[in-house]
Every structure is written in C-alpha cells, then in structure tokens.
C-alpha cells in the first residue's frame, strides 16, 4: 500500500509542476505566434490549467477506470469554485470588471444543464461525449471571432500584465511546452496507477477517489496561479481561470474521456456531484453578478459560503467511504 500513496504525492507534484512549466511555454509560445492576450487567456491558459483533468481522465478510461475520469472533471469543477475561488475571495474580494467574463459566465450554465441531459440515462455514449467536443470547438471557434474585435477589457489588460511576467524566448518557451507535456503524461499515469490501488485496496470506488483526492490535486494549478494573481490585483483573472478551466474539464476532459470508452454511471453522479456542481455554479454566476456599490464584486462572505459548501461536500464523501467500511 506504500507505493501507490508514494506513487500518488509523487504524481501529483510532478503533475502540478509539470503543468506550470506547460502553461508557461504554451502562452510564451503563442505570443510568439502573435495570438492575442484575449485568446491566450481564455484559451491557453483555460486549456492548460484544465491540462492535468484532461490527461488523468483520459488515461483513466483508456485503462477502464471511467469513473475516475468523471469523477476528476466534476469533481475539479467543484473544488474550482469552492477550493480555489472560495479561498481566494476569503483572502481578498473579488472585483469583477471585466465583460468578456460575465459573457463567459451564461455559456458554462448551459454546457453545465447539458451534462445533465447527457448524465440523465446514466450513461455518457461516444455520440454525446462527440457533442460535447462539438460544442468546445464551436465555443474556441466564437471565442477566436470574438477575440479579433474585442475591444478593451480590464481581463485583457491583466493577462498581457501576466505574460509579460512570464515572457519566455522562443526556444525556451518551445522546450517547456514539450517537456512539460511528456511530464504531464508520464505524471498522469503514475498518478492513475496509485488512485486505482488505492480504491481497490480500500474497497472505494474510483468515483470517490477522482472527486476528492485526485480532483483536488489536479486543482492545485488553479490555486497556485489565482493566488499569483490576486497577489498582483488581477482580480479578473483568478476568475477567468475558474471560469475558463470549468468550461473545458466539463467539455473537453469529459468529451474526450467519453470517446475512448462510453461512460456508465450510477445515479448518485447526477443528483449528488452533478448537483452539488450545478448549484455552485449557479452560486458563483449570480455572486459575480450582483452589484456591490457601484461595481460587481464576490465579497468574503461569498466566498466563505462556496467554501463551506465545498467543505461539506467533501465530508460527506469521506462518510460514504467511511460507511462503505464498516
């Protein structure tokens, strides 16, 4: 039992500098291509801190385990909004100025209210898995449209703040991007390897172990990059990262993972995690979206209230597991 708890922290921490390293190449790489700091915020940085989701969950059900792929994309989705977006706001509130985010903010509704059609019959077929694809590149594609007329917004000017911090030179930018994607498989299958033992040792299953242990892990990057950034007052940005990276996990990580294998689920995903994602998500829409004075802010008390619901959340998983045992 020894190896696959080492196997999972050493996963883990590999998985977490790796996708930093992947994150910084990628966007260095796409300044040098001449993308606009719009589109590398909310694509590259949004696909790449959704990066670690996206390769646990698809080596997850290339090997048979869907339920870990599924439970890490919920799962991430929740400790997103609770975890990091909850911590963050307790820290300082939050000011969100910027459009680009509030427009963002309706899509991840809908996609969320389409996983629920798709979860209904419990079952995630490579037709449905395709949709949801379908959508990400339909959403990439409006994104890229609206990218190349986007006037001034506040996200905008904090991400090319960001990368301009970040700045890498051609080579090295090309170097990390490959170096920290082969470190972000490698990582991901060791990672898979230990949460699979472990349920298996304990007789929980890898549903469970996705949604706590490995959906938190893989949320660290989110946690680590938004309290970067709220250092530095780029209040938008801990946002767009939430908001970004929740719009892939639930429809790039979960449409790919559904390609490889269909998906059986039971129904407690759609009426406990689904749910619990669903009212979150909603929770931090209408807090962005409230007026604060004369601007729209997530106050601290907000913030506490998405983290308590995380942390209930999380206990009452640790019940389940608990119960299973006795």
Do not use: C
Request: glycine share 8%; net charge neutral.
């Amino acid at each position: 039992m020894l190896l696959p708890i080492l196997a999972v922290v050493a996963g883990l921490i590999l998985l977490i500098w790796s996708a930093e390293r992947f994150i910084d190449g990628a966007a260095s790489t796409s300044r040098w291509l001449g993308l606009s700091p719009l589109l590398i915020g909310m694509l590259v940085i949004g696909f790449g801190t959704s990066a670690p989701e996206m390769m646990v969950s698809v080596l997850a059900a290339s090997q048979g385990n869907p339920g870990l792929a599924i439970g890490n994309a919920y799962g991430s989705n929740v400790a997103n909004i609770g975890l990091v977006l909850g911590v963050v706001a307790l820290i300082a509130p939050l000011a969100v100025h910027s459009s680009v985010i509030r427009k963002e903010m309706p899509v991840l509704i809908a996609v969320t209210l389409l996983s629920a059609v798709f979860l209904w019959n419990g079952l995630i077929s490579r037709w449905e898995a395709a949709a949801l694809l379908a959508v990400l590149l339909a959403f990439i594609g409006y994104s890229i449209y609206r990218a190349r007329g986007q006037e001034a917004d506040v996200l905008i000017d904090e991400v090319s703040e960001s990368l301009n911090d970040k700045s890498l030179s051609r080579k090295a930018a090309l170097v990390w991007t490959l170096v920290g994607l082969v470190l972000l498989v490698a990582s991901s299958r060791l990672l898979v390897w230990g949460a699979v033992e472990i349920a298996s040792a304990f007789g929980v299953s890898d549903l469970v172990i996705g949604l706590t242990v490995v959906a938190v892990g893989t949320s660290l990057p989110e946690l680590a990059s938004s309290i970067s950034a709220l250092r530095r007052k780029e209040h938008d940005l801990v946002l767009g990262n939430v908001v970004g990276s929740n719009l892939f996990n639930t429809l790039g990580v979960v449409g790919l993972a559904g390609i490889i294998t269909p998906i059986e689920l039971g129904n407690e995903v759609l009426t406990r995690d689904w749910s619990v994602m669903a009212v979150m998500t909603l929770l931090m829409v209408l807090f962005a979206f409230a007026w604060r004075g004369r601007t729209r802010r997530i106050n601290r008390l907000e913030g506490g209230v998405l983290a308590m619901l995380y942390v209930a959340y999380t206990a009452y998983l640790v019940s389940v597991v608990l119960t299973s045992w006795s």
